[in-house]
């Protein structure tokens, strides 16, 4: 009884698949509109001028920045199906999941993008701004330790 109830627990894993597809989902449709709002928006406001030009760079920054987390719950939703539901799912070559490590190893790698991102789009916005330095010394640290864990990860695999 006790190795059936075992057995049929990583299916619970299947609510957590469905949440993470269905946020991913619902976050790539929402900030579709949101970028078409943006486009619109700018020529609607300012024309063809340098104010809507940095302010529609910052509204497509951002934009990018939801859709990677986006990619991070679609990556977990996938990785997390392919762990406990179904190993013989097909995916694509770049997110090879064989065990919990490479899901976190995915999932390390795309928050350095969304890092990245959200710096640029403070750069943009905050351009001449000497707090900027020290928002990249701390992005910079962030990604300084998300990259020596990656490193490590890769050393343990050899």
Do not use: C
């Amino acid at each position: 009884m006790l190795q059936r109830a075992v057995i049929f627990s990583r299916y619970v894993v299947v609510f957590a698949v469905v949440a993470a597809l269905a946020a991913s989902v619902a976050l790539i449709l929402y900030e579709a509109v949101v970028v078409a709002e943006v486009i619109f928006d700018a020529v609607r406001r300012g024309g063809f001028q340098p104010t809507s030009g940095r302010a529609l760079a910052v509204g497509l920054i951002e934009a990018i920045d939801v859709f990677l987390i986006a990619i991070v719950a679609l990556v977990i939703g996938l990785g997390l199906h392919r762990l406990f539901v179904d190993e013989t799912v097909p995916l694509p070559r770049w997110l090879k999941v064989d065990n919990l490590e490479d899901l976190k190893g995915h999932l390390v790698s795309i928050v350095i993008a969304v890092l990245a991102v959200l710096f640029l789009s403070q750069a943009v916005e905050r351009a001449g701004d000497l707090d900027l330095l020290k928002l990249a010394g701390a992005f910079a640290l962030m990604i300084t330790a998300l990259a020596l864990f990656l490193f490590m990860r890769v050393g343990k695999k050899e």
